[in-house]
Nanobody
Framework: QVQLVESGGGLVQAGGSLRLSCAASGRTFSSCAISWFRQAPGKEREFVAG????????YYRDSVKGRFTISRDNAKNTAYLQMNSLKPEDTAVYYC???????????????WGQGTQVTVSS
């Protein structure tokens, strides 16, 4: 069992930065792929970025490549999403998710956090 708690969301102007954190409980964090998803009002939840459990291979949706960076610290049971050059279209509730897997899928995660709101004003 893994419990996830996100933090770091807020209101920022376009062009600004935020760093989201995902703190995990349980002893299986290091065996999990971790991904960030987001859901804007009226839209489906979408994959944003993911990182493998051990070798740190990362994946991003095209619209955030070069602006967002996902990372993890297995010693602290925490994952991060550094978001730079934010745009109004990045406004959404951001969720972290975990799956005990060597792969980093873009869906079907077992564990989810409660979400943190990110609002980017123009």
């Amino acid at each position: 069992q893994v419990q996830l708690v996100e933090s770091g969301g807020g209101l920022v102007q376009a062009g600004g930065s935020l760093r989201l954190s995902c703190a995990a409980s349980g002893r299986t964090f290091s065996s999990c792929a971790i991904s960030w998803f987001r859901q804007a009002p009226g839209k489906e939840r979408e994959f944003v970025a993911g990182i493998s459990r051990s070798n740190g291979i990362t994946y991003y949706r095209d619209s955030v490549k070069g602006r967002f960076t996902i990372s993890r610290d297995n010693a602290k049971n925490t994952a991060y999403l550094q978001m730079n050059s934010l745009k109004p279209e990045d406004t959404a509730v951001y969720y972290c998710a975990a799956l005990q897997s060597r792969y980093v899928p873009r869906s079907n995660y077992d564990y989810w956090g409660q979400g943190t709101q990110v609002t980017v004003s123009s």
